[in-house]
């Protein structure tokens, strides 16, 4: 480097540490570091990175809403990092003009690490393999970070290897093709693995070598394994950042207000990145599931032991079939007590009751796993050589009842029923609490910690109050609440068109007239934007209907189903050059397909969500239906639709068509307005003509051929 650049640079670090505040430095990073390595300066990233810094000054839980383009992850990133590093002290020279004094001061002091917790894996890898790489070699570069930033990602203990398990799996599959791989496993004991990386294991092989319930201190590696090391360096204060996913923080979080040992240190931050799903993990965490197979597991397990005394053998096994019959007896009474009238197609939570009869069962399965309680303690110490398997046992059967008792009391808990691929012996009775909002406030919003909740979809245009109430954040002092809103940097006026055909039959995916006319009108938007489309769904059903329909107009482009046998049908889709992708499910959010090949995208219905126990109840603390539908209901489907929507334009340089073909969306209807409102602010037209001419406009010669 010459000395006039050298100059250049150190006066250019000067001015970044010029004045004493950080949202300063934060700032001056982003106009003059960041664009050093090619990062256009965007001013909604500043304003968000600035807002999130006061957020966490002021200990305040910030609402973030960064649409796609912002860049809100470097965003919230630097401004809690920097935070963290003049709250450590680590750069006291910032009110200094001298460059040279930053790091004459340095200090160290003990550390709480940044939580920052996603809902997709792929932000997990994104953070901690590009993201948070990337910003800690520049700050290093410029001098503002001493030393390189340490992040790891945690997970659940399935993720991870049993130096225990993965030994006796060894031994038991000699003559196995896994035998080769497992051996190798043996020799990276120095470090932790997670089987997420292994591709080529089956689950059933990673099954048999990860963490399960069964690990306790009782085993004779604890002390020394390679997990429980893992363990112990995530939880010093090794690490400046820990990446999780929802599930695991709120996993530590409900740890902690039940004064049970935590899973994550204790931080000075959290961020929640991808907001949007945290109340359906909250639903998932705060959930009892009591499943059939759980508990005919474990008497299973019971029945194969081998008790020394005749009249204790005796016992288990009058005790497992009264178990046994009467787990069966409440499954088969709950299922038949579903009403046949609130089941849809896509239901996934079924309504039920526990009447007398279910009740009666839970009560005698109590009383049942009482009495084998009883009879496994006493034989703990008759039997030393099972004592691992036998405290596990305990554990179980205490769990089990633990979960009977709450569906005793059924007046405190919104309770449904779950089918595992529609088949009757993998059905779970599941519940929350119905004050869960009550609970989040007390467990995790009323914490003494700055919290960061961003996503691109938060709001509905602009306002939080769906979020606030779902989510119990509604009682958090106005005083401690921030809410920022940063729209989309891109030109959706130029580069997108919006169409939308009200002329459909009702949505009825049982209606043929339906299905068939949603297959001819997906097929003419096909043809008009020359494939290179995404066709959304919300039911798997629909979705299967309207492609054999559409497979039979269309031979021209490659038609791609998502679903079963397809192993990753978005990388088949990227890699077709023009071809459709009928989608359900995961890809209404977090799927990034940047460029021409996703120029047009079909939203075929509204994505109103199906009703479920939980929005029956939710309806009835409003004054009536209509309140809900207004506050509830629509908020969340365009919430929704946003996600899906969003997959559009992924970079300034993206052009193409959102369709949305539902006969709601008439000018003059209850929902149009709200939904141009909260989508891309772009020109609306109701002419296939006006789409084809869109697309000859906007693409080169090369998208066509
Ligand atoms: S302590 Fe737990 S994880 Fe470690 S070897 Fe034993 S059972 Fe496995």
Redesign the pocket.
């Known amino acids: 480097m010459d000395i006039e650049k050298r100059k250049l640079l150190l006066k250019r670090k000067q001015t970044i540490f010029a004045e004493d505040k950080g949202e300063t430095l934060i700032k001056n990073i982003f106009k003059h570091v960041l664009p050093e390595y090619g990062y256009s300066i965007r001013k909604n990233q500043i304003d968000l990175a600035a807002s999130i810094y006061h957020s966490i000054k002021k200990s305040n839980i910030a609402l973030c809403e960064a649409e796609v383009g912002t860049g809100k992850t470097f965003a919230y990133l630097l401004a809690a990092i920097i935070f963290k590093l003049i709250k450590e002290k680590k750069i006291e020279g910032i009110g200094k003009s001298k460059f040279e004094g930053v790091q004459e001061k340095l200090k160290r002091k003990p550390k709480k690490p940044i939580i920052i917790s996603t809902s997709s894996i792929a932000l997990q890898k994104a953070l901690i393999e590009d993201y948070i790489p990337e910003l800690s070699k520049l700050l290093k570069e410029w001098g503002i970070l001493q030393a390189h930033l340490l992040a790891v990602v945690r997970k659940g203990k399935g993720h991870y290897i ?4 993965l030994e006796d799996c060894i031994r038991s599959i000699k003559d196995k093709p896994e035998y080769k791989k497992l051996k190798k496993l043996v020799e990276l004991s120095y470090k932790q693995i997670d089987l997420d990386d292994y591709d080529d294991f089956t689950p059933y092989v990673k099954s048999r070598i990860n ?1 399960n319930d ?4 009782k ?4 002390y020394s ?1 390679r ?2 090391r893992f363990l112990n360096k995530a939880m010093s204060p090794t690490y400046d950042i820990q990446i999780c996913n929802h599930n695991y923080l709120l996993a530590d979080i409900k740890r902690r207000s039940q004064n049970k040992s935590p899973l994550i240190p204790d931080y000075f931050l959290i961020v929640i990145d991808e907001a949007h799903k945290i109340m359906d993990t909250a639903r998932q965490m705060y959930n009892t599931p009591l499943s059939k197979t759980y508990i005919l597991k474990i008497l299973n397990i019971i029945g194969k032991l081998n008790f020394k005394r005749k009249k204790t053998k005796k016992s288990v096994k009058r005790y497992i079939k009264l178990l046994i019959h009467n787990t069966n007896r409440l499954y088969t009474e709950l299922f038949n007590n579903i009403p046949r009238d609130t089941i849809f197609e896509d239901t996934e939570k079924f309504k039920t009751s526990i009447n007398k009869k279910a009740w009666v069962s839970i009560k005698s399965i109590i009383f049942g796993i009482d009495s084998l309680i009883d009879i496994i303690e006493n034989n703990i110490y008759i039997m030393p050589n099972k004592k691992n398997l036998l405290y596990y046992i305990l554990r179980s059967l205490k769990d089990i009842k633990g979960r009977c008792n709450i569906y005793l009391k059924e007046d405190n808990i919104i309770y449904w029923l779950e089918i595992a691929n529609k088949d009757k012996n993998k059905i779970t009775l599941c519940s929350i609490p119905k004050d869960l909002q009550k609970r989040l406030f007390n467990d995790l919003w009323i914490k003494p910690v700055p919290i960061i909740l961003t996503s691109g979809t938060l709001s509905e245009s602009g306002s939080f109050s769906h979020l606030k109430k779902k989510t119990g954040i509604e009682n958090v002092r106005r005083a401690r609440l921030d809410e920022v809103t940063k729209g989309s940097p891109f030109n959706y006026q130029k580069n997108t068109l919006m169409y939308i055909n009200d002329k459909l039959p009702f949505p009825n995916n049982k209606d043929n007239k339906y299905i068939n006319e949603l297959s001819i009108e997906v097929g003419r938007l096909i043809k008009a934007a020359h494939g290179h489309t995404v066709v959304l769904f919300t039911s798997y059903r629909a979705m299967g209907l309207v492609f054999k329909n559409v497979s039979d107009i269309i031979k021209e482009y490659p038609l791609i189903k998502m679903g079963k046998g397809m192993t990753n049908p978005i990388d088949t889709f990227k890699n077709s050059k023009n071809g459709v992708l009928f989608a359900a499910g995961s890809f209404w959010e977090g799927i990034d397909v940047p460029g021409d090949i996703l120029s047009s995208l079909i939203v075929v219905k509204l994505p109103f969500a199906v009703p479920d126990p939980i929005s029956e109840y939710e309806q009835t603390l409003y004054k009536s239906l209509d309140e809900y539908k207004d506050k509830v209901i629509v908020p969340e489907m365009i919430i929704k639709l946003k996600q899906g929507v969003g997959r559009l334009i992924r970079s300034e340089a993206d052009t193409g068509v959102i369709s949305i073909l539902d006969s709601r969306m008439k000018k003059n209807g209850n929902y149009y307005n709200r939904v141009v409102k909260a989508l891309p602010n772009c020109k609306v037209t109701n002419s296939i003509s006006e789409v084809k001419r869109f697309i000859n406009n906007k693409k080169e010669e090369a998208y066509f051929k």
């Open positions: 049993c130096d225990q398990r963490v069964k690990c306790s201190n085993c004779r590696k604890y394994c997990y429980n």
